[in-house]
């Protein structure tokens, strides 16, 4: 279908573009930008007048709870939020039930994904076999299966040998291995960060030396294989100077932040709001102001909306007790619209971040506007108000600590492959 962008406000990161354009679509990809391809004419006209274009969103961290987890979510409603958030690309940790470890599962998990023709799916897949940190995968299959990159989710890796083997493998084959760092001695039975909320409500601890020990042991092994290594998720500001001094020492290393991470801290668990129950755990209002400072200066490489599902049986407990995690898709573009709007940072530079750079991650030629390239496409109000409700998202997952929070920016059209696949 040849679709024709009129007026629109062209945002697009990785070619330095922000300026009122067209943008020309047919046969799926950018035909042109500005003036019409030869012999263009327009099947559909979108009127952007007034709106934002830019590159589909890329979230680098989506549970979309299939296979095993239905009853939390589903392929279906998990990829309807993903559009509806102006995401056209994401990757799926391989915490499944089972998890993605064996190329079979990956096969499945992409055909069901291809079926629904909405986001790309780029599956992680297990660097253990069924996560328990004990056997390699059989990376190789996995890769031809279609998955990504490799990682344990949020499942210990306690075996630092099995770790050393994992990275010789996968630097061998240029593989990437994305971790969380977290020791899993010093984080056992912990919900919140070591700090004053977690003193005054009697919340058992995760101290941030759980973080940096177990960093520094990735950085340590990523430095002796040669591995490409992705860390995923850091909470702490001393794990963001130990990334940055490891970036300077030239090791290849990125990382990522939730969006949760970006904006909240110890103080929003408030009266053990179960909502603020994540992981890793909000940490303080200095962890949070690292957090920005390294996203701003580069240290940290993109934002995650770290979407995690979960029902309402399980999250409606004691915080202690509540299963962590937070709903995210929905919310990705508009809380980091809020986060550029409080640092007073330009739209093309936020955008980086959830767009052109977790595409470099990945190793996706996606996140740009390139004529040829893939026409996955986000279209946007920035002046659009509107009241986060639970009810109102499209995710099976209603868990958010946001709720009620007013937000800027709603999503207006997402292509996907140059067919409109959500539109508002």
């Known amino acids: ?36 391809p030869e012999n263009f004419v327009a099947e559909r006209v979108i009127d952007a007048a007034g709106l934002v274009v830019c590159p589909g969103l890329i979230d ?20 309807h939020a993903a559009v509806a958030g102006g995401i056209t690309s994401l990757a799926c940790p391989p915490d499944t039930d089972p998890p993605l470890d064996e190329p079979g599962l990956v ?32 990376m190789a299959e996995l890769v031809d299966a279609g998955c990504m990159a490799f990682s344990q989710a949020d499942a210990p890796l306690v075996d630092t040998r099995v770790l050393l083997r ?19 001695f010093l984080a056992k039975d912990g919900v919140a960060h070591d700090g004053i909320v977690a003193t005054r409500c009697g919340l058992a601890s995760i101290p941030v030396c759980a973080e940096t020990i177990a960093l520094s042991t990735m950085l340590a092994l990523a430095e002796q294989t040669g591995a490409r290594l992705h860390i ?35 103080r929003d668990i408030g009266f053990f709001d179960p909502n603020c129950h994540l992981v890793p755990p909000l940490r303080s209002l200095a962890d949070r102001a690292a ?36 709903t995210g898709l929905e919310l990705l573009l508009p809380l980091v619209l809020k986060w550029a709007e409080q640092e007073k940072l330009a739209l093309p530079v936020a955008l980086a971040n959830v767009t052109s750079h977790p595409a470099q ?41 946001f709720t009620g929070l007013e937000m800027q920016g709603k999503v207006r059209y997402t292509l996907v492959d140059g067919q409109v696949v959500y539109q508002k």
């Open 232 to 266: 995923c998720r850091l909470s702490s500001a001393a794990a963001v100077e130990l990334i940055r001094q490891a970036k300077l020492q030239g090791l290849p290393v990125s990382c990522d932040v939730s969006m949760n991470h970006v904006h909240l801290s110890e």
């Open 107 to 138: 096969e499945m998990l992409k055909h069901r994904a291809r079926n629904l023709n909405q986001a790309h799916v780029y599956p992680v897949g297990a660097l253990t076999t069924a996560l328990k940190g004990l056997e390699l995968t059989e």
């Open 60 to 79: 680098l961290a989506a549970r979309l709870r299939e296979p095993g987890y239905e009853y939390k979510a589903t392929l279906e409603s998990e990829m």
């Open 291 to 326: 957090l920005r400072a390294g996203l701003q200066d580069g240290t940290i490489d993109a934002i995650c909306s770290d979407h995690t599902p979960v029902d309402e049986d399980a999250k409606q407990l004691p915080f202690a007790e509540a299963e962590a995690g937070a």
């Open 361 to 401: 991650i990945l190793g996706l030629d996606a996140g740009h506007l390139s004529p040829g390239a893939a026409a996955d496409i986000c279209i946007f109000d920035p002046e659009i108000y509107w009241k986060i409700e639970p009810s109102a998202l499209y995710s099976q997952g209603k868990n958010t600590p």
């Open 1 to 36: 279908m040849n679709i024709y962008i009129k007026q629109g406000r062209l945002i697009d990161p990785k070619n330095g573009i922000d300026q009122r354009q067209d943008l020309y679509i047919s046969a799926g990809r950018i035909a042109a930008i500005g003036v019409a």
């Open 166 to 184: 994992a990275m010789q493998y996968a630097a061998t084959f240029g593989f990437g291995v994305w971790l969380r760092p977290q020791d899993s």
